[in-house]
């Protein structure tokens, strides 16, 4: 896990649901998950990303010529420090904006809306975790300053390696403190 100093981190943006995405100052991307106390890694995902299967077909698609060394530019490239600005491109991109089911097949953020009302801007939509199911009946409204409060003592912290030229996702439970 990397030295996670709060000084080194900049929260810049969650979501009504309070996943917080975390910037880090090497260039790294986390997002930290209020309502489960779940830390993802999420460059060590995009680190540990096998190459597209269909690379020739998006060079084509560009209207590129592929080079020969596609994939190894394609493997330098991904480890690369992360772009804030990537990172909000991304996060603003039409596919971010599919809907979050819960775990009976309804649409969870317009259950929300409707049985607890819109979010003011300092709200989230906060799940009890100790409710066993991922329904709109385990939320409530709370402001941010109290979900972050309630985060436990242990966090999770989920984070991808490379083994064997495949993506391995692995997680182990931190104390809090430690990413905070």
């Known amino acids: 896990m990397p ?10 943006g969650y979501s009504s649901l309070g996943a917080v995405n975390l910037w880090h100052k090497t260039g790294r991307h986390f997002t ?3 309502d489960v106390a779940l830390l993802m890694d999420l460059t060590s995902r ?4 096998p190459p597209p299967h269909d690379l020739e077909e998006i060079y084509r698609a560009a209207g590129v ?5 596609a994939v190894e530019l394609f493997l330098e490239a991904r480890s690369a420090p992360e772009d804030i600005w990537n990172i909000l491109l991304a996060a ?18 317009l259950q929300l809306r409707r049985s607890l009302g819109e979010l003011s801007q300092d ?19 709370l402001n941010i300053s109290e979900a972050v409060s309630r985060v436990p003592d242990e966090v999770y912290y989920s984070f ?3 083994i064997g030229g495949k993506q391995q996702i692995l997680s182990q439970t931190i104390p809090a403190d430690s990413v905070r």
């Open 160 to 162: 991808a390696i490379e």
């Open 65 to 69: 010529d592929m080079p020969q060394n």
């Open 3 to 12: 030295e996670l100093n709060a000084d080194d981190l900049a929260a810049f």
């Open 32 to 34: 930290f998950s209020l």
């Open 123 to 141: 709200e989230i939509y906060f799940r009890d975790r100790t409710a066993g199911e991922n329904t709109a009946d385990h939320y409530q409204k």
């Open 92 to 109: 603003t991109s039409t596919d971010s904006y599919k809907t979050i089911y819960d775990d009976s097949g309804k649409a969870l953020t």
């Open 46 to 49: 995009s680190r540990t990303d």
